[in-house]
Antibody, heavy 116, light 113 residues
């Protein structure tokens, strides 16, 4: 089955760190750009970061630049998002998506809550 | 950044009737070299991730019912549902992928009247 599955979310204090993972299966992971999108509770969609096929190109939203790092391991068919210096406004469901220009495959998401 | 604005914010339509959602960008998302509009539409049902419906402004994703159609070019786009079904209740988002950062509209909540 073609799918992506996120993990690693949870409750973290402001200023803390968290690493999200996204496991891909059913398609040639190394052939695709991959992206992270987040959705704050009751709000709309916000693109966070994207990475190219071999990890040599990375782009970030201004809201996370310098705090978040996107990476991938094609041998493990996995995408990651290292999140540092977390703020309350980073609270959201984080989705991993396959980036075929439009985002044609989404995971179920993992919830990150930043609160003391 | 390109700003995407959807209208209306919410919409109530009777079963079997047509639903129309509009999306406007503050700059063109038409790439002249390939004549493609870098515009997608997504459907998000409660508790679920978004689902791609339409890309290149008017190309239906595989498996999407043909009652869904997209149109428009440049800065003005429309998602139409020709005959509303109960399972179409959702929030719909447009997205431009013409430039980084890609940006989404604020969403349109579609309900049954």
């Amino acid at each position: 089955e073609v799918q992506v599955v996120e993990s690693g979310g949870g409750l973290v204090q402001p200023g803390g760190s968290l690493r999200l993972s996204c496991a891909a299966s059913g398609f040639t992971f190394s052939s695709y750009w991959m992206t992270w999108v987040r959705q704050a509770p009751g709000k709309g969609l916000e693109w966070v970061a994207k990475i190219n096929q071999d990890g040599s190109e990375k782009y970030y939203a201004d809201s996370v630049k310098g705090r978040f790092t996107i990476s991938r391991d094609n041998a493990k068919n996995s995408l990651y998002l290292q999140m540092n210096t977390l703020r309350a406004e980073d609270t959201a469901v984080y989705y991993c998506a396959r980036d075929s220009a439009a985002f044609d495959l989404w995971g179920q998401g993992t919830l990150v809550t930043v609160s003391s | 950044d390109i700003v995407m604005t959807q209208s209306p914010d919410s919409l109530a339509v009777s079963l079997g009737e047509r639903a129309t959602i509009n999306c406007q960008s503050n700059q063109s998302v038409l790439f002249s070299s390939n004549s493609k509009n870098y515009l997608a539409w997504y459907q998000q049902k409660p508790g679920q991730p978004p689902k791609l419906l339409i890309y290149w402004a008017s190309t239906r994703e595989s498996g999407v019912p043909d009652r869904f159609s997209g149109s428009g070019s440049g800065t003005d786009f429309t998602l139409s549902i020709s005959s509303l079904q109960a399972e179409d209740v959702a929030v719909y988002y447009c997205q431009q992928y013409y430039s980084t950062p890609c940006t989404f509209g604020q969403g349109t909540k579609l309900e049954i009247k």
